[in-house]
């Protein structure tokens, strides 16, 4: 799993209540990124990190932030949770031109 | 129109058969092209990668990129049973920010 670890796996949390995952790498690579994956929509990205403290905007960020304090972590929270932001939240990494790496996922279920 | 279009399926195919997934993008400016596959509940994990256009093989897979087309394809040989996986399509401009296809289901068949 190229050196990538999420946590936690699975998270059911409560409409409106703050929620932060966790991606850990020991691979030092440069960029990270944040997606989640929806039944017919694939992957989309929600943030990317090209370096620490340095971190943009990706095609679905609303409602979503990060932070990336340390190479090796990238954390994605969500506010004030909404049951749209149902889904399955993958992590993944990459150094510049070439590919990039995922994490096992983390499903997480906004009742 | 979506950046990166790619035919659903599911496709079901008998094992031994020869499958063939594409993907077609609107982006010119695409130059790196990768395939994932991905198991139920399971991260995705790279099969190919290359860049720009032309074939790339790797024992039973062949990736071939048309930039002029822009049109891709992934070509799986004597499919297995463990090859039944959901397989995406990715591409980048600029080497980071991967844009992914919807992804396609397979199913080989014993």
């Known amino acids: 799993d190229a050196g990538i670890t999420q946590s936690p796996r699975h998270k059911v949390t409560e409409t409106g209540t703050p929620v932060t995952l966790r991606c850990h790498q020991t691979?030092?690579?440069?960029?990270m990124y944040w997606y989640r994956q929806d039944p017919g929509h694939g992957l989309r990205l929600i943030h990317y990190?090209?370096?620490?403290?340095?971190?943009d905007k990706g095609e679905v960020s609303d409602g979503y932030s990060v932070s990336r304090s340390k190479t090796e972590d990238f954390l994605l929270t969500l506010e004030s949770a909404t049951s749209s932001q149902t889904s399955v939240y993958f992590c993944?990494?990459?150094?510049?031109?070439?590919?990039?790496?995922f994490g096992q996922g983390t499903r997480l279920t906004v009742v | 129109q979506k950046e990166v279009e790619q035919d659903p399926g599911p496709l079901s195919v008998p094992e031994g058969a020869i499958v063939s997934l594409n993907c077609t993008y609107s982006n010119s400016a695409f130059q790196y092209f990768m395939w994932y596959r991905q198991y139920s509940r399971k991260g995705p994990e790279l099969l190919m990668y290359?860049?720009?256009?032309g074939n790339k093989e790797d024992g039973r897979f062949t990736a071939q990129v048309d930039k002029s087309s822009k049109y891709i394809s992934l070509f799986i040989r004597d499919s297995q049973p463990s090859d039944s996986a959901t397989y995406l399509c990715?591409?980048?401009?600029?080497?980071?920010?991967?844009?992914f296809g919807p992804g396609t289901r397979l199913s080989v068949l014993p």
């Open positions: 990715a591409m980048s401009a600029n080497g980071q920010n991967f844009v």
């Open positions: 990190s090209y370096g620490v403290k340095d971190t």
């Open positions: 290359t860049y720009s256009s």
């Open positions: 691979e030092n690579h440069r960029y």
């Open positions: 993944a990494i990459s150094e510049p031109d070439t590919q990039a790496f």
